[in-house]
């Protein structure tokens, strides 16, 4: 009589370790399930909230007409090495990203892009479409004929120059207060540049 009274005992003691192991794992796969929803809902909300917002430059002029801003300029090549490290990681840049999409329209220039542009009466044309690196009369009129890459220009809400092209790689860093000198009007404050990197406290990391 003991030994059958301790078997059911035992067998029931074990039934109930198990079920609780069975209940523990199964509240374990939800919170697995749950937080992979989570990570996977937060990195692709990420994603969406960092990428620059490119357009053509004739995109840019149309969005203009309806709502001024200014507008920025990445003048690239397909194999310009700096062009395409700046894409990665100046652009990717949280801060930079949002900034430009809220206060810019951002323009991807291709230096030697072979089409036609129209801009009203001008018409822009790469002069020799099937030679080796030709660039495009619309990149050259944008650099004043000093072509290099990458190169950022900034033109205002009436599509003029806000100031000379900046020529070569900038890193987020360094890009962060010009963004925002001429985004915020500092250039129309009669604030010198020289005055407002004193005191420019970025958000870049």
Known sequence: MKNDYLGRTLYSLSSSAIYNIHSQLKNMRKIYYTLLILFCFSTTYAQEKT????????????????????????VYTNW????????AT??????????????????????????TVRLGEQV?????????????????????????????????ENVQMLNPPINGYLDAASIEPILHYFG?????????????QKNFEGKVK
């Open 51 to 74: 990428e620059v917002k490119w357009v053509s430059f004739e995109e840019a002029i149309e969005l203009n007409k309806k709502e001024k801003k200014k507008i920025l300029v990445d």
């Open 80 to 87: 310009c090495g700096w062009c395409k490290k700046m894409e």
């Open 90 to 115: 100046t652009y990717s840049n949280p801060a930079i990203a949002d900034y430009i999409n809220e206060n810019y329209y951002p323009v991807k220039l291709n230096a030697e892009r072979k089409d």
């Open 124 to 156: 822009f044309i790469n002069q020799n479409p099937q030679g080796r690196r030709t660039p495009h009369d619309l990149a050259v009129s944008l650099l004043n004929g000093k072509m290099s890459y990458p190169s950022t220009v900034l033109l205002d």
């Open 184 to 196: 915020d009007n500092n250039h129309k404050k009669k604030i010198s540049w020289e005055d407002f």
